[in-house]
């Protein structure tokens, strides 16, 4: 079982940043890909960005050159930058660890972003 916390939401005016955590409970980087969801009112949950075991990144297109995706092994911390945030990047942000060959899937509970001036 794994344990994952997410922090750092608020309320940001358009043009801002944040930077959201994700602690996960135990060392699991080098196994999970570790993705951030995002789901706005009304809306369906959306992928906005994922690192792989191996390191490797991707995002949604409406958030490339604005979001990063980092980690930090040694404090087991998911990050994701955000900058030049929106009015439409205002959501719930959802921290996912995903190990799919082995069937587990784990979810924070979320914390929410709010960007309006």
């Known amino acids: 079982q794994v344990q994952l916390v997410e922090s750092g939401g608020g309320l940001v005016q358009p043009g801002g940043s944040l930077r959201l955590s994700c602690v996960a409970s135990?060392?699991?980087?080098?196994?999970?890909?570790m993705r951030w969801y995002r789901q706005a009112p009304g809306k369906e949950r959306e992928l906005v960005a994922v690192?792989?075991?191996?390191?490797?990144?991707k995002y949604t297109d409406p958030v490339k050159g604005r979001f990063t995706i980092s980690r930090d092994n040694a404090q087991n911390t998911v990050y994701l930058q955000m900058y030049n945030l929106k009015p439409e990047d205002t959501a719930v942000y959802y921290c996912?660890?995903?190990?799919?060959?082995?069937?587990?899937?784990?979810w924070g509970q979320g914390t929410q972003v709010t960007v309006s001036s």
């Open positions: 996912n660890a995903i190990r799919e060959a082995y069937k587990q899937d784990y």
């Open positions: 135990r060392s699991i980087f080098g196994f999970f890909n």
């Open positions: 690192i792989t075991s191996g390191g490797s990144t």
